[in-house]
């Protein structure tokens, strides 16, 4: 059973960084394309970083330069460094996987970035 766990979201100051963690069970991620998604109120969910199996990494423009998606294959866990964070990236970040055409989310975990 395909399960993704996100943690690590909280309230900082612009300027200021968070890591956020999605623990992944039932797969194996590094066989796999893993995504960070984030959500504002009164947006569409959108396409923030992702990791494809081979390692290479893909980022929306908005996030280039200040955000970092890795893996730890030992854990099993996806990572989303987040530096240098604007008010504009609050938002629930979701973690995302698919497998055999569906798609699998984890429950979110909320970041709130104060100007």
């Known amino acids: 059973q395909v399960q993704l766990v996100e943690s690590g979201g909280g309230l900082v100051q612009a300027g200021g960084s968070l890591r956020l963690s999605c623990a992944a069970s039932g797969f194996i991620i590094s066989g796999n394309t893993m995504y960070w998604y984030r959500q504002a109120p009164g947006n569409q969910r959108e396409l923030v970083a992702a990791?494809?199996?081979?390692?290479?990494?893909n980022y929306a423009d908005s996030v280039k330069g200040r955000f970092t998606i890795s893996r730890d294959n030992a854990k099993n866990t996806v990572y989303l460094q987040m530096n240098s964070l604007k008010p504009e990236d609050t938002a629930v970040y979701y973690c995302n996987v698919r497998r055999f055409l569906k798609n699998y989310w984890g429950q979110g975990t909320q970041v709130t970035v104060s100007s």
């Open positions: 990791i494809i199996s081979g390692g290479s990494t």
